[in-house]
């Protein structure tokens, strides 16, 4: 929209029935946030979206149904600033800049979250962009996958030695490492999670 551009990943911790119903609502609320209410500010987006979600959930929960919330990372970009604003839950968000890892951190609460019945504002970030910039958005599912000669998780640690070791490169490309190293490290196993890594390259 104008000079700026929304990317989100969404997780919804429900699954099956639960969990599709949370997508909807989300992506629902989402689109109203953004086009309806012409919000752009991540924080103000995710407090709309924590807000509608848990109104929804109350109505479910006084039937012990529908327990579940959501973890996302929203960033907005401002491509004439060349600047990116980021809010989160739970999910983090990655910059890699000449081999150097910056680290946003989302709120440690998902959307959903209940605390004494009192709605948490999310934490609004802004980083200036330069090019080359490499943007890693991504659930926990790659980093939670079991595998390795010990069968344990791969590890969020790893999966940053695994970025920094191609953020380099042609996206293309670092989709084709990331898909080879997720497949190794299964071993014929089973997959564990859903799995979402998004990566934006800062012309």
């Given at each position: 929209?104008?000079?700026?551009?929304?990317?989100?990943?969404?997780?919804?911790?429900?699954?099956?029935?639960?969990?599709?119903?949370?997508?909807?609502?989300?992506?629902?609320?989402?689109?109203?946030?953004?086009?309806?209410?012409?919000?752009?500010?991540?924080?103000?987006?995710?407090?709309?979206?924590?807000?509608?979600?848990?109104?929804?959930?109350?109505q479910y929960k006084?039937?012990?149904?529908?327990?579940?919330?959501?973890?996302?990372?929203?960033?907005?970009?401002?491509?004439?600033?060349?600047?990116?604003?980021?809010?989160?839950?739970?999910?983090?968000?990655?910059?890699?800049?000449?081999?150097?890892?910056?680290?946003?951190?989302?709120?440690?609460?998902?959307?959903g979250s209940y605390?004494?019945?009192?709605?948490?504002?999310?934490?609004?970030?802004?980083?200036?962009?330069?090019?080359?910039?490499?943007?890693?958005?991504?659930?926990?599912?790659?980093?939670?996958?079991?595998?390795g000669s010990e069968?344990?998780?791969?590890?969020?640690?790893?999966?940053?030695?695994?970025?920094?070791?191609?953020?380099?490169?042609?996206?293309?490309?670092?989709?084709?490492?990331?898909?080879?190293?997720?497949?190794?490290?299964?071993?014929?196993?089973?997959?564990?999670?859903?799995?979402?890594?998004?990566?934006?390259?800062?012309?």
């Open positions: 929209l104008g000079d700026h551009s929304y990317l989100a990943v969404v997780d919804s911790t429900g699954h099956g029935v639960p969990g599709a119903l949370l997508s909807l609502m989300g992506q629902n609320l989402l689109n109203q946030a953004v086009h309806e209410r012409h919000l752009s500010r991540p924080s103000a987006i995710l407090d709309y979206l924590n807000a509608g979600i848990q109104h929804t959930l109350n006084k039937a012990g149904e529908l327990r579940d919330g959501m973890d996302i990372a929203l960033c907005v970009f401002d491509r004439e600033m060349r600047k990116v604003q980021f809010a989160g839950a739970i999910n983090p968000m990655y910059i890699i800049r000449d081999g150097m890892l910056i680290q946003s951190n989302g709120n440690r609460f998902s959307i605390f004494d019945n009192k709605m948490r504002p999310f934490t609004n970030q802004e980083t200036e962009l330069q090019s080359g910039d490499m943007i890693y958005l991504f659930t926990d599912g790659y980093s939670d996958q079991f595998g069968e344990r998780k791969l590890s969020l640690r790893r999966f940053r030695e695994i970025l920094l070791e191609i953020h380099k490169l042609d996206v293309e490309e670092q989709k084709k490492r990331l898909d080879e190293y997720i497949r190794n490290w299964m071993n014929d196993g089973i997959q564990t999670d859903d799995i979402c890594v998004i990566g934006v390259r800062v012309k």
